[in-house]
């Protein structure tokens, strides 16, 4: 899948993202990211973390809009369809967080596929004297390093991806599949697989995994919804998402 990048620096980039080391205090933060006035979050709501059932039907609730999969400000270290700069393979985006940042559902589905496996395969440290990054890759392929993932299944037929985990929260599981609300703790962020630092991995597509759905570039912050129309602006740049700010449906 790497094919069609044309370097191994461009490769490092797509699929591992930033190196954590590189991941903070660029001065190009904010600069697209932070047209609201800065309040304080949204606190009134509680959070669906508390232990619970996840196979039941649960108690009617508002709709909660959460698009992005955490709550808190963190680094976008590469998206998809960038034709230069860091970049993605696939559809997806990176948010470069801490091991053990909690990741919440994005909006309500059923839990379709897990894997579960803690190792990480830093690909820069796979590179095989004379090889190329994309045979490091497919080293960690090869040793079934791919990591902790979690897939939901939403209702409107989509799918959330939510990879490089370091936890699976206990009772999420895909068989049987457990359901899942929008905003519901699933797991905790890490860095395993295929990784060159701790990351988020994450990507909304159609059934095949092949369409890149842009309601992935919004993010709730200050009780408003927040729209990214550049996605290759977004690469450095760090996204605030609130998530319990947003109680209802955006209006279309
Ligand atoms: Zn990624």
Redesign the pocket.
């Given at each position: 899948m790497l094919r069609n990048l044309r370097s191994v620096a461009a490769a490092s980039l797509a699929?591992g993202?930033i190196p954590f080391a590189m991941s903070f205090g660029s001065a190009r933060a904010d600069a697209t990211t932070h047209r609201a006035k800065v309040v304080e979050p949204v606190t009134t709501t509680t959070p669906s973390t508390a232990a619970k059932p996840t196979t039941t039907t649960a108690a009617p609730r508002p709709p909660l809009v959460r698009m992005l999969p955490f709550k808190g400000t963190f680094r976008v270290s590469?998206t998809w369809g960038s034709a230069t700069g860091p970049t993605?393979p696939t559809p997806?985006i990176?948010f470069v967080m801490p091991i053990g940042t909690p990741v919440y559902a994005t909006a309500t589905g059923s839990v379709d596929f897990t894997s579960t496996d803690p190792r990480n395969c830093n690909p820069l440290t796979h590179i095989p004297p004379g090889g190329t990054y994309e045979q490091a890759i497919q080293w960690c392929v090869d040793h079934g390093m791919v990591g902790t993932r979690i897939r939901i299944r939403h209702d409107d037929g989509t799918y959330t991806m939510y990879?490089h985990l370091s936890a699976i929260r206990s009772g999420i599981s895909a068989k049987p599949m457990s359901r899942v609300i929008a905003g519901e703790l699933i797991g905790w962020s890490g860095d395993s697989g295929i990784a060159t630092g701790p990351h988020l991995?994450f990507s909304k597509t159609d059934a095949v995994g092949k369409t890149y759905d842009p309601v992935l570039l919004r993010a709730c912050w200050d009780n408003a919804i927040h729209d990214f129309v550049n996605l290759k602006a977004l690469v450095g740049t760090m996204v605030r998402n609130d998530g319990y700010g947003c109680l209802t449906t955006p209006k279309k």
């Amino acid at each position: 899948m790497l094919r069609n990048l044309r370097s191994v620096a461009a490769a490092s980039l797509a699929v591992g993202c930033i190196p954590f080391a590189m991941s903070f205090g660029s001065a190009r933060a904010d600069a697209t990211t932070h047209r609201a006035k800065v309040v304080e979050p949204v606190t009134t709501t509680t959070p669906s973390t508390a232990a619970k059932p996840t196979t039941t039907t649960a108690a009617p609730r508002p709709p909660l809009v959460r698009m992005l999969p955490f709550k808190g400000t963190f680094r976008v270290s590469a998206t998809w369809g960038s034709a230069t700069g860091p970049t993605h393979p696939t559809p997806a985006i990176d948010f470069v967080m801490p091991i053990g940042t909690p990741v919440y559902a994005t909006a309500t589905g059923s839990v379709d596929f897990t894997s579960t496996d803690p190792r990480n395969c830093n690909p820069l440290t796979h590179i095989p004297p004379g090889g190329t990054y994309e045979q490091a890759i497919q080293w960690c392929v090869d040793h079934g390093m791919v990591g902790t993932r979690i897939r939901i299944r939403h209702d409107d037929g989509t799918y959330t991806m939510y990879v490089h985990l370091s936890a699976i929260r206990s009772g999420i599981s895909a068989k049987p599949m457990s359901r899942v609300i929008a905003g519901e703790l699933i797991g905790w962020s890490g860095d395993s697989g295929i990784a060159t630092g701790p990351h988020l991995h994450f990507s909304k597509t159609d059934a095949v995994g092949k369409t890149y759905d842009p309601v992935l570039l919004r993010a709730c912050w200050d009780n408003a919804i927040h729209d990214f129309v550049n996605l290759k602006a977004l690469v450095g740049t760090m996204v605030r998402n609130d998530g319990y700010g947003c109680l209802t449906t955006p209006k279309k």
